[in-house]
């Protein structure tokens, strides 16, 4: 009997929610219906799309801003911990060049580092290594030659990069707790270590989802390398499209693939924020609580 259900215990009835399944029904008919106005439209040529939606050029075009993005997002991650570091540095000289770094390229258009990395050899014709003041040169080439457009392209997005990223890994190590650091100095640990193992991992938190937004960003950002007349993905549907004259076409192309590879890294990011949220999810703190409510019913 004891077992059996009183008639004035509360029974708990879910909160129904009708308008949001009517809103959601709402806006997928719409999206549909945007979407096959698109695809039906008579002035566009869905023989061309199907023709270059896996063409050889384009999907080596689409690699080649995968590899931009990765190799440019490295660099910048690197450049981003040392730069964060040095603003939370004591010492005020590198406080106010990290300062200065990102203030500045924060502060000027990405297409304008760009094109000025692009035309270095305008301003240096030549790239010389010797002694300065000195005839003695070691050694000399042109600057076209060693900044090529790839070259200039990389290192116009790692820096910018860079200065956008360094404000994220500071944002994260700061909101670690400076009891950390101090528990693992005390227990006679180097800077260095603590900041390697102590601190990021529990930065990355924090870190991973704005970084992820960058990655994201970065590969959409390759597409201004074509002003330096790199064959990445815009560049190359841009020059087909200006072959066969079917610009409509050649831009579906390039957003499928633009849409594919961000759909595709955004998984890594997700499985990030899972490795480094744990303890910290939703799920967790419940089940935290509803076993510190049953311990206190005991």
């Known amino acids: 009997m004891a077992n059996k259900?009183?008639?004035?215990?509360?029974?708990?009835?879910?909160?129904?929610?009708?308008?949001?399944?009517?809103?959601?029904?709402?806006?997928?008919?719409?999206?549909?219906?945007?979407?096959?106005?698109?695809?039906?439209?008579?002035?566009?040529?869905?023989?061309?799309?199907?023709?270059?939606?896996?063409?050889?050029?384009?999907?080596?075009?689409?690699?080649?801003?995968?590899?931009l993005t990765v190799i440019s997002m490295l660099i910048g991650t690197i450049l981003a911990i040392i730069l964060a570091i040095m603003r939370l540095s004591s010492n005020p000289v590198l406080k106010l060049v990290s300062i200065g770094y990102i203030g500045f390229f924060r502060g000027t258009p990405l297409l304008l580092q760009v094109v000025f990395w692009g035309y270095l050899g305008i301003i240096y014709p030549t790239i010389d290594i010797g002694i300065p003041f000195t005839d003695m040169i070691w050694w000399s080439e042109k600057t076209s030659l060693v900044f090529t457009s790839l070259v200039a392209g990389i290192i116009a997005l790692s820096l910018n990069e860079a200065a956008y990223s360094a404000e994220i890994v500071r944002a994260g190590i700061l909101s670690v707790d400076s009891g950390q650091a101090e528990a693992a100095k005390s227990l006679g640990m180097?800077?260095?270590?603590?900041?390697?193992?102590?601190?990021?991992?529990?930065?990355?938190?924090?870190?991973?989802?704005?970084?992820?937004?960058?990655?994201?960003?970065?590969?959409?950002?390759?597409?201004?390398?074509?002003?330096?007349?790199?064959?990445?993905?815009?560049?190359?549907?841009?020059?087909?499209?200006?072959?066969?004259?079917?610009?409509?076409?050649?831009?579906?192309?390039?957003?499928?693939?633009?849409?594919?590879?961000?759909?595709?890294?955004?998984?890594?990011?997700?499985?990030?924020?899972?490795?480094?949220?744990?303890?910290?999810?939703?799920?967790?703190?419940?089940?935290?609580?509803?076993?510190?409510?049953?311990?206190?019913?005991?």
């Open 5 to 67: 259900q009183s008639n004035d215990d509360v029974v708990a009835v879910p909160l129904r929610h009708p308008w949001r399944w009517v809103s959601a029904v709402i806006l997928v008919a719409v999206l549909g219906l945007f979407v096959y106005s698109l695809w039906a439209s008579p002035n566009i040529n869905h023989e061309i799309v199907s023709k270059y939606l896996f063409n050889e050029k384009v999907i080596a075009a689409a690699g080649l801003t995968v590899s």
């Open 190 to 298: 180097g800077s260095g270590y603590t900041l390697r193992r102590i601190v990021l991992p529990q930065a990355m938190r924090v870190i991973i989802p704005p970084m992820g937004n960058e990655f994201i960003s970065m590969l959409k950002n390759t597409s201004l390398l074509q002003v330096v007349a790199v064959m990445e993905l815009y560049a190359r549907t841009s020059q087909i499209s200006s072959q066969n004259l079917a610009q409509v076409e050649l831009l579906v192309v390039a957003g499928f693939w633009y849409l594919v590879m961000t759909t595709v890294l955004s998984f890594p990011q997700s499985y990030l924020e899972k490795k480094y949220g744990r303890g910290f999810s939703v799920a967790t703190q419940k089940s935290r609580w509803l076993r510190v409510g049953m311990k206190g019913n005991v």
